[in-house]
């Protein structure tokens, strides 16, 4: 049988270790706040936002809560970023995305401070993360990281196959799996043979966007597979991009969804909080 990996466990503990170092930090007076921003009221946002401001409380974070309407105008969201930017007593700035039709993502994002950029979008955080300077890494693929690293999976030297190309997800996972020495593939939709090259994984991590797309026949015997999905499926239950019925028999380790990679964006959002002092103070 495999290990499930537990994400809900390792991202508690990865919260509580915050938590601690927040208080810590606190005795010295230094004290952190994350600005949110959310225009419009699409339902994922809503639930990944408040569940981003709870985490802020339990770790000790002060966060401040920009809810904007649907109709905010470029400029508008542009103003706030610059005002937040200047603001001392700020140290992470995140901009929920998908923006409503008619704003700028790329406009908005590279406005953001990138020593605020807590997120790790802005193009001089994945610059830096492509030359392996310091700065903030994008919160998933980081987690992922984290997960293989606590369930004790050494990455160095291992065949590691990201599926899945995204700004978000799937390049910074390929940049970060390679810093940790793996010998990395990135495939997408494009690529030819798929099932061919999936199957040369020791280490598997489907950020595809597609309901349970990766089946057995995707996966070496003994692999591990990392699923980055989140979907709903017909009968509104929570499945990731991994047939995980018929991938887990064949598997080392497998993070299950829910409970695997999810709950690890936000610990590592925290995380990127908490060493924005250091950054912002160097
Ligand atoms: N929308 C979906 N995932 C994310 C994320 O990690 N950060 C932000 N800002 N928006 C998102």
Redo the contacts with the bound molecule.
């Keep these: 049988m495999p290990t499930i990996i537990d994400g809900k466990a390792i991202s508690t503990q990865i919260k509580d270790e915050l938590k601690e170092q927040v208080a810590k930090m606190k005795e010295q007076g230094i004290t952190l706040c994350l600005a949110v921003i959310q225009v419009g009221a699409d339902p994922a ?1 809503c639930v ?1 936002v408040r569940n981003k401001k709870k985490a802020c409380e339990y770790i000790g974070i002060e966060s401040l809560s920009y809810e904007l309407p649907e109709e905010t105008t470029q400029e508008e969201l542009l103003g706030i970023i610059k005002e937040l930017n200047s603001r001392k007593d700020v140290n992470g700035i ?5 923006l409503p039709k008619g704003l700028d993502e790329e406009k908005i994002l590279d406005a953001i401070d990138p020593l605020k950029d807590v ?1 790790g979008f802005h193009p001089m955080n994945v610059g830096n993360l492509s030359i392996g300077r310091k700065g903030f890494v ?3 693929p980081a987690g992922v990281i984290q997960l293989l690293k606590r369930s004790g999976i050494e990455i160095e030297g291992k065949e590691c196959v990201v599926v899945g190309r995204s700004n ?1 997800v799937g390049k910074p996972m390929s940049m970060l799996l390679l810093r940790e020495n793996g010998t990395v593939t990135t495939a997408h939709s494009r690529t030819k043979n798929l099932k061919e090259v999936t199957k040369r994984a020791d280490i598997l991590v489907a950020a595809v966007g597609k309901p349970r797309m990766i089946t057995a026949d995707y996966v070496k015997e003994g692999a591990v597979v990392i699923d980055v999905g989140i979907h709903r499926n017909e009968d509104n239950k929570l499945c990731g991009d991994v047939d995980y019925e018929s991938v887990a028999p064949k598997c080392q380790a497998i993070t299950p969804v829910p409970g695997g990679v999810g709950p690890m ?1 936000i610990a590592m959002l925290m995380k990127n909080c908490v060493e924005s002092y250091s950054l912002q103070n160097q």
């Design positions: 946002s990944y995140l901009v929920q995305l998908p997120d994008s919160c998933t978000i964006t």
